[in-house]
Nanobody, 112 residues
Framework: VHLVESGGDLVQPGGSLRLSCASSGRTSDDYAIGWFRQAPGKEREAVACISSANGVTFYTNSVKGRFTISRDDAKNTVYLQMNSLKPEDTAVYYC??????WGQGTQVTVSS
């Protein structure tokens, strides 16, 4: 399985980004898939996850109402729409499939 994230960028506070994670080698609809992030000096944390069976979602409290996770199983792609971004959202964002496979990460920097 190979996961490739994209969409990270430098954005001003209040701005928006959409991250994408494309999986190859195994269909993503067999597994839950999620986004994690790691800021400098901090542990990696779960940001948002979506189940494989019924699309149930989970969000960490700090992003509820601002981030939306979605998946397109036909494209083996999961998205993270991030709105109202804050400097504390700055981190490397990683895609995870089935709590087994990881992508290489994409940098999100929120700064004026």
């Amino acid at each position: 399985v190979h996961l490739v994230e994209s969409g990270g960028d430098l954005v001003q506070p209040g701005g928006s980004l959409r991250l994408s994670c494309a999986s190859s080698g195994r269909t993503s609809d067999d597994y839950a898939i999620g986004w994690f992030r790691q800021a400098p000096g901090k542990e990696r944390e779960a940001v948002a996850c979506i189940s494989s069976a019924n699309g149930v979602t989970f969000y960490t409290n700090s992003v509820k109402g601002r981030f939306t996770i979605s998946r397109d199983d036909a494209k083996n792609t999961v998205y993270l729409q991030m709105n109202s971004l804050k400097p504390e959202d700055t981190a490397v964002y990683y895609c995870n499939l089935g709590n087994i496979w990881w992508g290489q990460g994409t940098q999100v920097t929120v700064s004026s």
